[in-house]
């Protein structure tokens, strides 16, 4: 399987706790993105990744989250202290860069956080 | 920032007809525009995109049409079947940034 991999699927944690979802993008994609769905909505942008640098994040991003991306290759997103606010699905995406003729973004199956 | 709209947000169509997705958005400088299929439980799909330079594109079944001037860009599935039921969102992309309407519920009945 060639696409992007995130792990785990699900994630059931109790409140307070922390958790960490990993991404695994497409190999030759130097661009990672987070994003954050709940129920009903469209994916809402957390933060960006071009190469190992994070070059954005969201005001949704509070100061409980944290992305990493150290050899530019896979992803984490912790978050900490999880509230049930928390609760959606955790997307990750990659793409080539803007240079690229191709710069689509490609969706990992998600990781469904819930917090309870 | 950007805010994409998008309607309806559910859409019921019998096996065999058309069915036509609108977005609109506001920032002038977004370029370029995917279009995902979501099933339940399942991430994003993309199924189509268009280019800011392109005013349709057309994929077998799917078709993508851009009106700049208007800043509005619609999907259009024919001769639809069951297996094209799930959530289908729009996006546009300013910068780095990918913004995503709200969906549309699509339901083929057979």
């Known amino acids: 399987d060639t696409g992007v991999s995130q792990d785990p699927r699900h994630k059931i944690t109790k409140r307070g706790q922390n958790v960490t979802f990993r991404c695994d993008p497409i190999s030759e994609h130097n661009r990672l993105y987070w994003y954050r769905q709940t129920l009903g909505q469209g994916p809402e942008f957390l933060t960006y990744f071009q190469n190992e640098a994070q070059l954005e994040k969201s005001r949704l991003l509070s100061d409980r989250f944290s992305a990493e991306r150290p050899k530019g290759s896979f992803s984490t997103l912790e978050i900490q202290r999880t509230e049930q606010g928390d609760s959606a699905m955790y997307l990750c995406?990659?793409?080539?860069?803007?240079?690229?003729?191709?710069?689509?973004?490609?969706f990992g199956q998600g990781t469904r956080l819930t917090v309870v | 920032g950007e805010n994409v709209e998008q309607h309806p947000s559910t859409l019921s169509v019998q096996e065999g007809d058309s069915a036509v997705i609108k977005c609109t958005y506001s920032?002038?400088?977004?370029?370029?525009f995917p279009w995902y299929k979501q099933e339940l439980g399942k991430g994003p799909q993309l199924i189509i995109d268009i280019r800011s330079n392109v005013g349709e594109k057309k994929d077998q079944r799917i078709a993508v049409t851009l009106n700049k001037t208007a800043k509005h860009f619609s999907l259009h599935i024919t001769e639809t079947q069951p297996e094209d039921s799930a959530v289908y969102f729009c996006a546009a992309r300013t910068g780095n940034q990918f913004y995503f309407g709200t969906g549309t519920s699509l339901t083929v009945i057979p």
């Open positions: 995406a990659s793409s080539r860069d803007s240079r690229a003729l191709n710069t689509e973004a490609f």
């Open positions: 920032d002038s400088a977004s370029n370029y």
